[in-house]
């Protein structure tokens, strides 16, 4: 986060996903301070220096949010397509509040579901391929207020009307052990498509034999009836 000419640059923060999926993420955030005096110096009685404002509210806000943006969505979903949606909700948190939410278990198919590989993908040796079954998935919901409104905790520093006027994800690294998994199901999948291909093909094959046998009968009956 920036204020002024004060800024901070921290390593990639080290996030739990939804799924347990240990990663590292880069992000930035930029906020506006108030320039009107009556705020501005309120503020200053606060924080009395502007690295003291940065290290005790920014820094701790930033963090906070980023690792609650990280518990909204799985690794997985985030490589799915869901990026845009993932800085969406981390600059959405920065501005708004971080939402207060429920957690629970579900069952789903997973027609790519890997025997033995646990959430974090931590798995000792290559887990063996199924052809299908069922995984558990945290379902996460945002709790609602009698309005309709997202419950949030409200980000402290908006007290002093800091504004955040730009907040980016930049970068998502999993852990390798997720890497190495995601690559068995891409395979398995692909496996999976050229076996099905296979399959096509064969019945195809063996609906083209019956047909020839079937023209075959049929030209030799025509012609048992021309000797006749």
Do not use: C
């Amino acid at each position: 986060g920036s204020g002024g000419n004060t800024s901070a640059n921290l390593p990639p923060q080290n996030v739990v996903m939804l799924d347990q999926v240990d990663s590292k993420i880069s992000a930035t955030v930029r906020y506006r301070i108030p320039t009107d005096r009556e705020t501005f110096l309120r503020m200053a009685h606060e924080y009395r220096t502007p690295e003291n404002l940065l290290n005790t509210a920014l820094v701790p806000a930033f963090k906070e949010t980023i690792q609650a943006t990280g518990s909204l969505m799985a690794a997985e979903e985030y490589y799915s397509g869901r990026r845009t949606e993932f800085n969406a909700e981390f600059e959405n948190q920065m501005q708004n509040g971080i939402y207060l939410v429920t957690r629970h278990q579900v069952k789903v198919d997973d027609p790519t579901a890997v025997a033995s590989a646990s959430a974090d993908g931590s798995t000792s040796g290559s887990p063996d391929l199924e052809t299908g079954g069922t995984k558990t998935k945290w379902v996460v919901e945002k709790q609602r207020l009698s309005d309709g409104s997202f419950r949030r905790k409200t980000q402290k520093f908006t007290d002093y009307s800091i504004q955040v006027i730009e907040a980016r994800a930049t970068d998502l690294v999993p852990n390798q052990k997720f890497v190495e998994r995601m690559q068995l199901k891409q395979q398995a999948a692909a496996d999976r498509a050229i076996a099905q291909e296979k399959r096509v093909q064969e019945e195809e094959q063996r609906l083209l034999a019956i047909a020839k046998g079937d023209r075959e009968v049929a030209e030799q009956q025509a012609e048992a009836k021309k000797i006749q």
